[in-house]
Each structure stands twice: as structure tokens, then as C-alpha cells.
């Protein structure tokens, strides 16, 4: 094992295993890092190239203290997620400097196994998985050729790196299926793997959903039990603003809701939702949700939010009804859902009592409000100017150009002034249905803002503001707002025939669209059957087969009596007596098939030259490489210096002969 390795093919495998090992980690891992990886590997390869500027142990130790301290400089600290992965990444690159012997070899592929396994730190998805599949392949085969040397070609070791993957499988997938889970995880990410992580922020102001628009990452997935609401009804509560100094909006007080207040007024409506990592704790459900999944509080703002931020994927399911009327206010909610900033302009307070003036009624001045908007020609833009020190104000009477969060902080503020308890919700509007698995897609770029007011009759009513400026965003989503914009279309100028025209896919978009549509369903069901495999999901596998409440002890019997069984059929399957066939017999038979085709079929008595003898006098065209490939097979089986030489040619004449 400590024999020094001087074939340079090894070495130019272990490249290939630490190369494929290491590619899914460039996207997530600083740039150096991967460039101090590629010169430990350039470096060796010059080496053992050229026999020159290998360095020595004082050189080595200097650039591995170099590269721990730029570890620490980058990440502030050498554990976690990021410093680790980078600092083992980083120093696999420097080990290809001192590489002597098979136990050096060795030591670094299952060094390689593990940074596959840390890509996985960072995503789970099918794509990883399969290139993950493809680099143990490759770094198995690197393996072999440490522990065999000589007997096998690259392309056989590849081979039977993959048939002992393949004879594993039957075993992974039992011991995957009946290995008892248990509820939650057996380890947890330190804080630094959440970093990044895109979700709805706790605090509005002017710009910041706007900027959360962009992003077109997925927010959450759902699947209706029977079809969806229309999508004008898809408003997904996420929490609730109540406190506001005049230019943002937090949360207030927070209380835990002892029961639902509400009293449906229609059918409702389940469905599942499978919500993307956002290390928020919130979680969106239906506007309004009658139901609260396991882990999670019910808030009495009817929002939902999970004990602990939501740091890996989370399935949960929920009824909610769109139709609905809320009960009464106490005195502390009606206090919080009054209050004003400190300073409120004039102009703003003078409008807003002229409306109750006029008609104290709370949905009254709320058309009202509506009507300002639609009549004073308020423009919905994904790009609106930036306001100064009271944008409440610079938006109602100077720019008049907003988007949904500028709408809903005004309207809840003119609410407020006229003595009508509101508040701000923030969350998603509609989402973008998947034909290819009859779910939806909510991405962050439909996030959202509108209002409530209360009112005595029926308790809090949801008012958007924006409908009434853009109701294209309402009916269409904002993705269509964004093509209209780019289409220089004005929202709200056209029918909705000729909207529905202007936005009209090409055929190549068409069919990019679905492509998507496709490869998400793939991931989704990638994720649902392997990643989401828990607890539940393996109860409910398990009552499918008639095991309804399993005990663990039971469990562990049958995946022993599985990994036995797979392990006797594959006993049985290489102790059985094997027919061996003489490989240039072999390569013979596929060229006499070869002639059946064109008629000259082989008599159990012929010999091969008599069988050639009679080919050549039927077919004369064929003569040359009948007589060739006659000639390599007797000289390969019957000849006294039968080599692997005389065996390649055969088969080189035999796969190409074609008629």
C-alpha cells in the first residue's frame, strides 16, 4: 500500500474524480478556492510532466498555513458549512503536490466522496444527484485502477465501476425505504448555510417588495385538492403590518390565537403546499387559512408562522376559505390598527376627513379612496421614483407613481386618518400554473401587498388598491405587467382581448415554457419521493403495503430479511454455473449472423474456411473480408500464439463488416 505509483494515467484519473467531485461547488464556493484547486492539480501535472518544480515540505506548509488563513479571512471562522467546505476543497488541491504512494491515492478519493457528499449541503436536486452519481462512477473507477494496475482498459474499469453501483442499488433502495426515519433531522446547518436565502422581508417600505419582484426564485409550490380558485382569489396571507412611522411598516405586538374568529361564508378549499427555504418564518396559506399545520402558530392577525425560520424545504397542508366574515375587535387590536406617525402631513389628514365628512361609512371611504386613485390618474410602474422624508404624502399629491407597496401604506394611512382600524398584508398574489403536474408555481416575483379595513358588519375586508390603477396585475400577474411595460402598452388602456393579444406566446417560447414546466415537475417529484421521504411519507408507504402501525423492532426485522434476500438472489445469481464463451467464438457467431442476413446461412457441419470457401463463391464482392475475418478467427482459437493483438483485430473486422 505505500509502494510509490508512478503510472501517470492514476494520477490523470484522480484528476478526472477530484474535477468532477469538485464542479458543483464553483457556484457556491468563492472563486479562489476552486483556483487554488486547479493549480494543485496544473502543478502536479507540470510536474510529472516536465520532473521539475515539485515543491518541498517547508513550501508545502507555507502555502496550506496561507490558505487556512485565507479561509479565515474570507469566512471570519473555520467551522460551518462555507469555511469547511472551502478549506477541504482548497487543501485537496495542495495534497496533489505530496501524492507519493497508493495510500496517498486512496486517502484523497474518499476525501473526493466526501466533498460529494457536501455539495448536498447545499442542494438536493436531481440534477446533483445524478452528477453525483456520475463522479462516484468515475471516482470508483480511479479506485479499481489503484488496486489493479494492469488487466483492465479505462472503458472496462468505467464499466465495472458502474455494474458494482448497479448491484448495489437494489440494496439502497430497501434499506432507504425500510430504514426506520424519525420525526424532524439528525443534524442541523450551522447559521451560515441560511445566508443568502431570498424571502419576504418582516419590514415594508417604498422599494422593498418592488425589489423582491425581481427575483424570479420560487417562493412556493401548491397543489389544490379539485380545481383552483379563480386568480383573482389567490392572495397568500403572509404577515401582517400594523405599526408604521410614516415611511415603513413592522409587525406589532405579536399574540398567539387561543381559537379561529372567523365564520366561513362558502366551500373551502384544501390544498398542499410544499414552501421553499426563505429562513423567514413565515408561511403563506390562502387568504384565510381555517387550519394551522403541525409546528406552526395561528396568529390572531390570521397569519400562520412556524416555531423556527424556515431553513429547508417544508411540506404542509391547509384549508382555507376565500369567502369569509371575521368577528369583533377588542380595544388593544383597535388601538394598533389606528395608529399614525407622529408627524402626518396636512394634506394627508385633510383629504381623508373630507371623505368621512361626506359619508361616515368604513366601505364608503374606502370607494372613495378608490376613487381617487382611479380618477387623479395614478400610474402602476415597477419603476417608481424615490420619495423623500414622507412618501405617503410625495406619493398622494406629487409623483402619483408606485408600485403595490406605495398603494396599500397610503390607503391603509387615509383609513387611519378617517378613524377606520386597517392594517397592511404582505404576501403573494397568484401564481403560474404547471400543466405538466397540475400545480402551481408562486415565485417571488409575485409578491404582494394590499389592505383590510374593518367594518362592523363583516369584520376585516381585504381591499387592493391596486386593482383599481392596474387590474391587469390582479387578473394577469406581474409577469404581464412586465411584458406590457416592455411592450410600451399602458395598463389599463386596452380591453382585455387586445391585453390578452399583445401577450400571446411565439411557438419557441411556447415551447421553452413547457420545458420548464417539465423539468420543475421532474425536481418536484425528485424531491417529493427522495428528499421529502420522512416520517409520514414512509407510514404512509408502509400502509399501503397492509403495515399500518409498525412498531420499530418490526421494521428492522423486515429490512433485515430485504438485505437477505437481495443478498442470497445475488449469492445464487454469481455461485451459479457460468458457460463461458471463447470471446473470439463469439465475435465469429455475430459475422455469421451478419451473412444470415444476405441468405448464406452456416450448416451445423461446416467448418469456418468450408463456410468461407461457399461464401466467397456466392457472394465474389465479399470475398476479401470473408477471407480476412475467416483467417483472424482460426489464427485467434486455433493458433498457437493466441494474443490479445490477434483477438482486436478480429473484432475491429468483425464490427465493421457490414453488407
Known amino acids: 500500500m505505500n509502494a510509490r505509483i508512478s503510472d501517470r494515467r492514476v494520477l490523470l484519473g484522480l484528476m478526472a474524480a477530484g474535477s468532477l467531485a469538485a464542479a458543483p461547488l464553483a457556484l457556491e464556493l468563492p472563486p479562489w478556492v476552486l483556483a487554488v484547486f486547479i493549480a494543485g492539480m496544473a502543478w502536479r501535472y507540470f510536474h510529472e510532466r516536465f520532473q521539475r518544480f515539485r515543491p518541498g515540505g517547508v513550501v508545502r506548509t507555507a502555502l496550506m498555513l496561507l490558505i487556512v488563513a485565507a479561509v479565515y479571512r474570507q469566512f471570519h471562522s473555520l467551522l460551518g458549512r462555507d469555511p469547511g467546505m472551502a478549506l477541504l476543497v482548497a487543501l485537496l488541491g495542495l495534497k496533489f503536490l505530496e ?18 457528499l457536501g455539495g448536498f449541503l447545499y442542494s438536493q436536486s436531481l440534477w446533483l444527484g445524478a452528477w453525483a452519481l456520475l463522479s462516484v462512477t468515475v471516482s470508483t473507477a480511479a479506485l479499481l485502477h489503484i488496486m489493479q494496475p494492469t488487466g483492465l482498459d479505462q472503458r472496462q474499469r468505467l464499466h465495472l465501476s458502474g455494474a458494482m453501483l448497479a448491484r448495489a442499488l437494489p440494496l439502497m433502495v430497501i434499506v432507504y425505504l425500510l430504514f426506520p426515519r424519525i420525526s424532524g433531522t439528525l443534524w442541523g446547518l450551522p447559521t451560515d448555510a441560511y445566508a443568502g436565502l431570498t424571502g419576504m422581508p418582516d419590514v415594508m417600505q417604498p422599494g422593498n417588495i418592488r425589489s423582491l419582484s425581481e427575483s424570479s426564485e420560487v417562493a412556493f409550490r401548491v397543489n389544490f385538492d379539485g380545481a383552483p380558485p379563480p386568480a383573482r382569489a389567490l392572495y397568500w ?61 395561528y396568529l390572531p392577525d390570521f397569519s400562520i408562522r412556524h416555531d423556527e425560520p424556515v431553513n429547508e424545504r417544508l411540506s404542509y397542508t391547509l384549508t382555507s376559505y376565500t369567502r369569509y366574515r371575521t368577528g369583533a375587535l377588542d380595544e388593544t387590536e383597535r388601538e394598533h390598527d389606528l395608529q399614525l406617525p407622529a408627524k402626518l402631513s396636512p394634506r394627508v389628514r385633510a383629504l381623508a376627513l373630507e371623505w368621512r365628512r361626506q359619508d361616515a361609512a368604513p366601505l364608503q371611504i374606502a370607494q372613495a379612496a378608490l376613487n381617487y386613485f382611479h380618477r387623479e390618474n395614478f400610474v402602476y410602474t415597477l419603476h417608481p421614483p424615490l420619495l423623500g422624508d414622507d412618501p405617503v404624502d410625495e406619493f398622494l399629491f406629487d409623483t402619483r407613481r408606485g408600485f403595490c407597496e406605495h398603494y396599500a401604506s397610503a390607503f391603509v394611512t387615509l383609513m387611519r386618518v378617517a378613524g377606520i382600524p386597517s392594517r397592511v398584508v404582505v404576501g403573494y398574489l397568484g401564481g403560474e400554473l404547471n400543466t405538466a403536474g397540475n400545480y402551481m408555481i408562486v415565485r417571488q416575483s409575485d409578491a404582494h401587498a394590499w389592505a383590510e379595513i374593518w367594518t362592523p358588519q363583516r369584520g376585516w375586508v381585504r381591499v387592493d388598491p391596486t386593482g383599481v390603477v392596474a387590474p391587469e396585475r390582479i387578473e394577469l400577474g406581474l409577469d404581464a405587467v412586465r411584458r406590457l411595460e416592455q411592450e410600451g402598452v399602458a395598463l389599463g388602456s386596452l380591453p382585455e382581448a387586445a391585453v390578452l393579444r399583445v401577450l400571446r406566446l411565439g411557438w419557441l417560447d411556447n415551447i421553452a415554457r413547457h420545458a420548464r414546466w417539465y423539468w420543475d415537475y421532474t425536481n418536484l417529484t425528485w424531491y417529493r419521493w427522495v428528499v421529502d421521504y420522512g416520517q409520514e411519507r414512509q407510514e404512509r408507504f408502509l400502509a399501503s403495503l397492509g403495515l399500518d402501525d409498525i412498531s420499530w423492532g418490526r421494521l428492522l426485522s423486515l429490512l433485515t430479511a430485504g438485505v437477505l434476500l437481495v443478498t442470497l438472489g445475488y449469492a445464487s445469481f454469481l455461485l451459479r454455473p457460468k458457460k463461458t464463451t471463447d470471446p473470439a467464438l463469439a465475435l465469429y457467431r455475430r459475422f455469421c449472423r451478419q451473412l444470415t442476413r444476405a441468405g448464406l446461412v452456416r450448416e451445423p457441419y ?54
Open 237 to 297: 396571507r403572509g404577515l401582517v403590518l400594523t405599526e408604521t412611522d410614516g415611511q415603513s411598516w413592522r409587525q406589532g405586538t405579536e399574540r398567539a390565537a387561543s381559537k379561529v374568529s372567523f365564520f366561513p361564508q362558502g366551500p373551502p378549499v384544501t390544498y398542499h403546499v410544499i414552501l421553499e427555504p426563505s429562513n423567514k418564518p413565515w408561511m403563506p396559506a390562502l387568504d384565510l387559512p381555517a387550519t394551522r399545520p403541525r409546528d406552526a402558530r
Open 99 to 116: 501524492i507519493k504512494t497508493a495510500r496517498d491515492f486512496i486517502i484523497s478519493l474518499f476525501l473526493f466522496y466526501l466533498v460529494i
Open 606 to 659: 461446416e467448418g469456418a474456411v468450408d463456410f468461407a470457401r461457399r461464401c466467397k463463391h456466392r457472394r465474389p464482392d465479399l470475398k476479401e473480408r470473408i477471407e480476412i475475418i475467416t483467417r483472424y478467427y482460426v489464427d485467434t482459437r486455433y493458433g498457437k500464439s493466441n494474443n490479445a493483438n490477434q483477438l482486436h483485430a478480429l473484432r475491429s473486422a468483425v464490427m465493421s463488416f457490414r453488407i
